[in-house]
């Protein structure tokens, strides 16, 4: 299927005179994931990972994905033509790079200007440049060719809106608007315009179902000195949210109408070079002064406020049981009976349903065992998945949206006796994740200053793992939200946030071993004030994930004494933390689960 | 005398129409540490530290210095007009954003051009421009108003050059402006112009001594695809060095006839803009199209050759013997004869002038008891200095310019008893040189990603040092060199390199009590290769200080196993590496100052 699509593909770039046809499953809105009409990349090429970008030349065609993926994608493309191109390897190019290798004078690169950021159709507008090519960002012309392709796309989706009650958002609307009008003022801008989903969510109290697992509905708003407009999809209204906006002052555009809402844009502009996309960006450029600048509203959406707090901590105590639950019952029972990878998911995710105000999973369960593990994001699909047998590990990430906060939580489960270097690996990862929560640091610094504390474990045994430590979570929004995360690297110029308190971020360091295993350990921090004195502010963590480590994975010779005593902390807590909902064997199995470990010495067996 | 000072200068200011002077102890070629004709800011406020910037407006006056000069300044400025501007501390402007507040409408900054860089130069100008006023930047009008003040302003140094011998520079300038012109090709520029002198001397091999301290020479270089010039103090040069400088196909130009080199540089030029001054600059942009790049020749000097590194580790080697010695006679003494600062220092300074091939101080050696210590960068002043005595901390940051190297280390050395908690400063302080020290990572961190490593122990108990926790050091050359440094924050914009096999830093992490200590610890370490594999390339660093941490001062309650270990492996490194020169009592004892140290535990006494 893939190489006829390609080949269909490049009949249409030769008849248009096109040299490269770069796509990525992406939406106007620059989200992470996007609803099925937007998969084209994963059309196109069968990866099915939630980061990709194809190229597709007259000759060759190139997937550029990122570590999490490496595993599946060159699963996944077997049998292509398509080639894989690691990003973030030595020696590997950047796309950028790559054209600008390759390109020859009069080269068009062609994508959708609507599904791809500023900075990205920046990039490409240069290294064409450069190379006396061009570049075409035509939507229509891109849609007209897909859909050639593409006879079964799946249509746009226009779920119905809801607003959310005052004891869940904790400030209103109007307060909202006041901070972004305020902030307008101090960059002595006219308008703002936000593109991004989860901004606009935040702002208006408001959330949709557009995007599978994120809670999000399509829009787009700006936001003047004393106006402030939302585009919004006819079907997805409801004469109560017309009322509710019309209360709020702001006035209701159709979404197909975007034009309009171009239109009042003028004079000086605040715009997200990565969340506004190329497209809509040379459209307002004709009429207003941009001011490129990262959107104010993913910072205030970051720091949830005192409310959402104490939702949160209730949200992720309930989630916590409900997963602690779902684990003793994998121990006792995987062994014994058949569970597939797709038979526990469904399990975790039905238990997780029984809560009382669950929306929706706040991600597809990843449910993987043994080798399957060792691919980040892994889906099992029924049918071909494995069962859980004894002398594996299985690792199992999931989460879910409920009217009370979005959690993402991953542990690590030993099924029956493992090797000693697996046990080291799993350890490592442990101590890890326990030493980046229990971190203490001065105000100012981001994840960039965090990570070796996490990372450092496993660096010390010569792993890295592909990935970020850590990302922001949301409220009731996207599991995966910005402007914070913990990770060692970052491009020239990206934006990096420092850590506030209030932020709620992720923290899942792991090692993955090809072929053979994957071992995660996640929980859910927030961040919080410490002590202030002379020399600062400081500032550490709290968790807000409360389920057992498992302590069959654990060797204490790969733990300082400090690590134990984290371990030791964090099982203490955990056990406080849910001991008023267990009782009898369940109640036995937690303390034993969280009991306290102490470590071994040629001296003396236990001290 | 201050006063006076300023009244002075401020009627020279009302005289030319300006509103705000600034000055800092700066020289033409952006230099760190300056000559005594240079120190204009520490002749008008009186404050001697080597980082410092005082703005006179005409009514107030202030000075801006960062962390480890806080205690200093504020006792130097006592008794003057000058209020202190701490860098770094929360609700302290910049000097730009002190202006913008207070900037009026056709306000005059006054500044000289020759002694400010380009970055700087450029924030002014904008600053300035913002609210309507002017810069001006005439080093003539500077000159002028400063003779006028400051009759007895000292004559600008003009030392004879001296070349180096292959064995010790391991790479010909020949070879060294092949790799500087690759890079011009690469850039697809035309010149590279270098003002920093460090660079000057390490690009041909050379050293001076126009600078206390640091053995380079005034000059300027401009290199060109084929052509290179250099311009050089008439007095500094020999027959010898001219000749050397005809071998190697390098103009001379007279260092007063800058404006004839200037007038060479053509077409696409690369400019440092934190390395060059405002002044030159705005005289090359003339004729030039200038690319901001930084200097590629620091990148360069940063990574040291094989025989660089041979040398540097003997050089390290008989450095930290005389230290040991010395610190055994303080260790012995120190409370039974009467010694002062200086003495010590005087004794220190003439036991490194016995090394073979002792050249100079790498600076002013820092000899600090008690309270004194608190002040990161205390110069004791005969006469007033303290005595050591029982019951303190001395602190000693020293090291010397060989014909091998460039040596930096800091020990504090505990007399008598000390207090349970100036222990646990101490013990902190050196897990946290420990932990960097044996850090391994992977390739492409930066310092920002490894400085919690050092800080995070003193972090850990709500203790900051307003200092980085490392610098570059050179090879016969300035102890502190870029671009690679270890500290966790960083400007916007700021050059962030990576850490490079063979580049030399230093590693100093120290608690600072203002009235009571000063604790430090400094080794200097390598950064060198480990083990590549499929997760990358991973790195770590050697330790060239080979010094005792005196145990006096270690609590092992304030240490995990980890360190523990790690501290007897340094002791244990330092102990074979030392004894070969030792015999007798002084072998003994110092197999006892790097005695294996165990943790104690309530089950057993020494386990």
């Known amino acids: 299927m893939v190489r006829d699509n390609l080949n269909l593909l490049r009949k249409k770039m030769r008849e248009n005179d096109i040299s490269y046809f770069i796509t990525a499953d992406a939406d106007p809105h620059m989200s992470e994931y996007v609803g099925g009409h937007y998969k084209v990349r994963t059309y196109l090429s069968g990866f099915t990972g939630s980061n990709g970008t194809l190229l597709v030349g007259l000759k060759d065609a190139y997937l550029w994905t990122d570590g999490r993926y490496f595993v599946q ?82 249509e746009d989706s226009a779920k119905e809106i809801y607003t959310l009650p005052s004891k869940v958002h904790g400030e209103n609307t ?3 608007l006041q901070r ?18 989860d901004d606009q969510m935040w702002l208006f109290n408001i959330r949709g179902g557009d995007i599978e697992c994120n809670p999000v509905a399509y829009s787009y708003t700006l936001i003047g000195k004393n106006k402030a407009y939302i585009c919004l999809k006819d079907a997805s209204l409801s004469d109560k949210l017309i009322k509710y906006f019309e209360k709020n002052a702001v006035s209701i555009i159709s979404y197909n ?20 996309s190329y497209g809509v960006y040379k459209r307002l450029e004709e009429n207003c002064q941009i001011i490129f600048e990262h959107n104010i509203t993913e910072d205030y959406k970051a720091v949830k406020n005192s409310l959402e707090i104490e939702n949160i901590k209730g949200c992720y105590l309930r989630d916590s049981l409900v997963l602690t639950r779902f684990i003793k019952y994998i121990k006792e029972n995987a062994t014994k009976k058949h569970i597939t990878e797709t038979e526990a998911a469904d399990m975790l995710d039905n238990m997780r349903r029984g809560i009382e105000d669950f929306i929706d999973l706040s991600f597809p369960t990843i449910s993987a065992f043994g080798p399957n593990a060792a691919m980040m994001h892994y889906e099992a699909v029924k049918g071909s998945d494995a069962k859980l047998s004894t002398g594996g590990l299985y690792l199992v990430d999931s989460g879910g949206q409920y009217l009370s906060g979005t959690t993402d939580v991953t542990r690590t489960i030993i099924l029956g006796k493992i090797h000693a270097k697996t046990k080291m690996h799993y350890t490592k990862v442990a101590v890890g994740m326990l030493r980046l929560m229990n971190a203490k640091f001065l105000y100012g610094c981001s994840g960039r200053n965090l990570d070796i504390l996490a990372r450092g474990p496993l660096w010390d045994i010569g792993i890295d793992y592909k990935c970020g430590t850590g990302h922001g979570i949301g409220y009731i929004l996207n599991v995966h939200e910005g402007p914070q995360n913990i990770r060692p690297f ?28 994957g071992i995660r350990i996640e929980n859910a921090i927030l961040c919080k004030k410490l002590e202030q004195n002379s020399d600062g502010q400081f500032m550490g963590f709290d968790t807000l994930t409360l389920v057992p480590i498992d302590l ?3 060797d204490t010779k790969y733990m300082n004494d400090d690590d134990l005593a984290m371990l030791n902390a964090y099982h ?36």
Chains 1, 2 share one sequence.
């Open 73 to 154: 994608a060159a699963d996944e493309l077997k049998g292509s033509t398509i080639g894989l191109m690691k990003m973030g390897q030595r020696d590997v190019p950047t796309i950028v790079s790559y054209l600008d290798k390759n390109l020859k004078k009069g080269d068009k690169i062609f994508f959708n200007g609507n599904l791809i950021s500023i900075s990205k159709g920046q990039a490409l507008e240069e290294v064409a440049a450069k190379h006396n090519g061009q570049i075409i960002y035509d939507s229509e012309l891109f849609d007209d060719i897909l859909n050639k392709l593409w006879t079964e796309r799946p």
């Open 572 to 607: 203490k807590l955990v056990f406080n933390s849910l001991k008023p909902y267990m009782k009898g064997e369940e109640l036995r199995w937690l303390k034993n689960a969280t009991r306290n470990i102490r470590k071994f010495s040629k001296f003396n067996k236990e001290i």
């Open 552 to 554: 069959d994975g654990i």
């Open 180 to 197: 972004v009008r305020k902030h307008l003022e101090e960059k002595d801008a006219d308008y703002i315009f936000i593109s991004k989903l």
């Open 257 to 276: 109408k975007l034009s309009s809402l171009i239109k009042k844009a003028k004079g000086k502009l605040l715009l997200d070079k990565d969340g506004t």
């Open 174 to 176: 109007i307060k909202k």
């Open 490 to 517: 970052r491009r020239a110029g990206e934006y990096e946030a420092k850590l506030e308190e209030g932020m709620v971020i992720s923290d899942e360091p792991g090692v993955y071993i090809a072929g053979q295993y």
